[in-house]
């Protein structure tokens, strides 16, 4: 399956958000990602793991990275693409251009912290030695809709335990 066709790249992404809720569930914030080779085969996945192994650098992109640099024996990623169900942060973004990282797919765009658009562009940024191609907004409504609801569940979650009685269950939509 090449990753040139969109109907690939949504195939993909429709993956990616059900591995995301299942991380979701976990009680990770629920991002996803996958690399994937110039054959588009999948060579790396990841998902968040901040919580689960209390580690700062567990987020998606950097975990589906490590994989794939173990699998391939090699860091450079020039003919892969990097799907994502949220647009990366600083930190991911400046690892996909020293990771070489070809492509880079993302569903939600992040507002606040996005970096390859967002707030920032480091895939286009004077200083960087790599330009990465950026394709984001892939079913971006249904990926901000799951992160949406996990943190409304989870504001719900919190005011539960502050107060010590359940709160009216939050409205989705």
Known sequence: MTTDRPAALEAWMERLRRRAAAVGAAGEIPV?????DGQGRAIGWGSNRRERDQQPLGHAELMALQQAARLRRDWRFNDCTLVVTLEPCPMCAGALVQARVGRVCFGAHDAKRGALGGVLDLSSDPSAHHHMQVLGGL????CGTQLEQWFRRRRQQRREQRSGTPAAPARSG
């Open 32 to 36: 996803a990602a996958v690399v994937l």
């Open 139 to 142: 079913q971006a409504e249904a």
